[in-house]
């Protein structure tokens, strides 16, 4: 094991004060008027189901050119539940990339139906769509060259930092550029293998995303043994299936399917043939662990004191 895999499998524990503070997050809503989805699909015998290109390992396009991943297992569980509601064996399945911008206005123009990504619960995105249960909760940290260390977020000062578009790792970098990294130098890409490839090549010296999905990019890369994973953990990053607001009979489907695999204990097959590989090792951290126990749909948090994601 190469010393940044056994520094990942490190890595993935998260600190505990999310619960209760998740907890202190929850508000009063507006509401919406409610969408019926799940009329659709029986008119039309389809669902369209918003993928993400190269979110390994939740949701990207293998060497096949096919849409696979943890994330879109999930929601393919998900339409054998819709399928059994609706008494359609028959519903067609259909792929539409999505990227981080744009995934929250194709689900809300109708583009797509459920969006089966690495997306993070937060209460900001709450004001707009829905959220199923959590599936799996990450954490926000920086993969680094080995010569720079990140124990605080101030370590970060006067240094290049590669950001990716339309994530809560981009909304929080914001935040600090105001106040603790006034002097930081950030550069936003359009997605997370041209920021990583930026880090590669020596244009940022750090960049920050959630711990899996930087696990996801140097699980195949030569350069695994040049980088390095903070320990530092700047916020809790659960996910969740994407749907649009007052979709409630489909988010219904969603969610009964998610309790199905939670409660069978199905939950942990999958979980491993994603992040127990021979490429990729994620230990289950608690917090997710917790999420299949007690099935919840709390907003993720920054753990940075005054900001939010």
Known sequence: MSPLSAHLLRATLIPASFAVTALTALAALPAHAAVDTMSKIRETRTIVLGVREAAAPFSFVNAQKQSVGYSVDLCMNAVEEIKRELKLPDIKVQYKPVSGPDR?????????????????????????????YTFFVAGMRVLTSQNLHVDTVKDLQKQPVALTKGTTSEKLFRQLAEGELRDAKFTTYDNNVEAFKALKEGKVRAFAQDDSLLQGLVSNDKTIDTLSLSRLALSVEPYAVMARKGDTALLAAVDRSLVQLYSSGEINKLYDKWFNTSTLTIKMGRLTRDSFVRPNKQPGVAMVLGHSI
């Open 104 to 132: 929250i206005p194709k689900l809300l123009s109708g583009e797509i139906d459920l969006e089966c990504g690495s997306t993070t619960n937060t209460m900001a995105r709450q004001e707009k769509v829905d959220f199923s």
